[in-house]
C-alpha cells in the first residue's frame, strides 16, 4: 500500500531533550516536506527537500534540522525542543514539484513539550 | 504574493442539505488548486484537484470545486451532506513556476446536524 509513515504518533518530552520524528514514504517520491499545525494558522512549512541530499527551510524552520540521506526517509530533529514546539505535525511527499502532483500525507505525531 | 482564504472557520449544514466550503486565492501565476480534508486524528486526505483542464472539478465522496479565474475562487461543494463529511477542510495552493511552496489556507471546519 502506498503510503507516508510516520513516528511516533504521539510523543510527550521535556525542554531540551533531543527527540527525532521519522518520516517514510514507500512511492519513490522526489519532494518532502515537513509541517506543523496550529490552531488557527492552518498548516506552516518547516523543511522541504526537492530530493535525495536537498534540503532548503520553509516558513518556520527556526529549532528544526532535518536529512535526506536516502530517498525514502526524511527525519525531522529537535536539538533542543522547547514548549513553543509544542504542535501536530506532518510529513507528506509529492512526485515532483510543478507537475500538478498532489501531496501525501502521513497520520501525524502529536508533540508536546513540556 | 501567493495567499489563500478559507472565509468561514466554522460551517454547519443539516444531514441531506448542500455544502459550500469557499476558498478564495491570490497567485501571481495560474496555479494548481486542491482540497483536502482532515478527520479527526487523521492526515490530510486529497478530496479534488484543479489542474486547468476542466473548471469544474469532480473529486471523492461526492465532492466537487468550481475554478473561477474572474472571482479567483475555487469553493468545495456537495449537493447533500452526510454525517461521515464532518472534518476540517483545507484548500491548498500551488503556485505554478515558483517552485516548492504550497499554500494551506487556515481550514473550515464542517459540522453536520443529524
Known amino acids: 500500500e502506498a503510503q507516508v509513515t510516520q513516528n511516533p504518533r504521539y510523543l510527550i518530552t521535556v525542554t531540551g531533550k533531543k527527540l527525532t520524528v521519522t518520516c517514510s514514504q514507500n512511492?519513490?517520491?522526489?519532494?518532502m516536506s515537513w509541517y506543523r499545525q496550529d490552531p488557527g494558522l492552518g498548516l506552516r512549512q518547516i523543511y522541504y527537500s526537492m530530493n535525495v541530499e536537498v534540503t532548503d527551510k520553509g516558513d518556520v524552520p527556526e529549532g528544526y534540522k532535518v536529512s535526506r540521506k536516502e530517498k525514502r526517509n526524511f527525519p525531522l530533529i529537535l536539538e533542543s525542543p522547547s514548549p513553543n514546539q509544542t504542535s501536530l505535525y506532518f510529513c507528506?511527499?509529492?512526485?515532483?514539484?510543478?507537475?500538478?502532483?498532489?501531496?501525501?500525507f502521513g497520520n501525524g505525531t502529536r508533540l508536546t513539550v513540556t | 504574493a501567493q495567499s489563500v482564504t478559507q472565509l468561514d472557520s466554522h460551517v454547519s449544514v443539516s444531514e441531506g442539505t448542500p455544502v459550500l466550503l469557499r476558498c478564495n486565492y491570490s497567485?501571481?501565476?495560474?496555479?494548481?488548486l486542491f482540497w483536502y480534508v482532515q478527520h479527526p486524528n487523521k492526515g490530510l486526505q486529497l478530496l479534488l484537484k484543479?489542474?486547468?483542464?476542466?473548471?469544474l472539478v469532480k473529486g471523492i465522496n461526492g465532492f466537487e470545486a468550481e475554478f473561477k479565474k474572474s472571482e479567483t475562487s475555487f469553493h468545495l461543494t456537495k449537493p447533500s451532506a452526510h454525517m461521515s463529511d464532518a472534518a476540517e477542510y483545507f484548500c491548498v495552493v500551488e503556485p505554478i513556476n515558483t517552485g516548492n511552496q504550497f499554500y494551506f489556507g487556515t481550514g473550515t471546519s464542517l459540522t453536520v446536524i443529524p
Open positions: 497567485s501571481s501565476y495560474s496555479p494548481s
Open positions: 512511492m519513490n517520491h522526489e519532494y
Open positions: 484543479y489542474t486547468s483542464a476542466a473548471t
Open positions: 507528506a511527499s509529492s512526485a515532483s514539484r510543478g507537475l500538478n502532483s498532489p501531496l501525501h
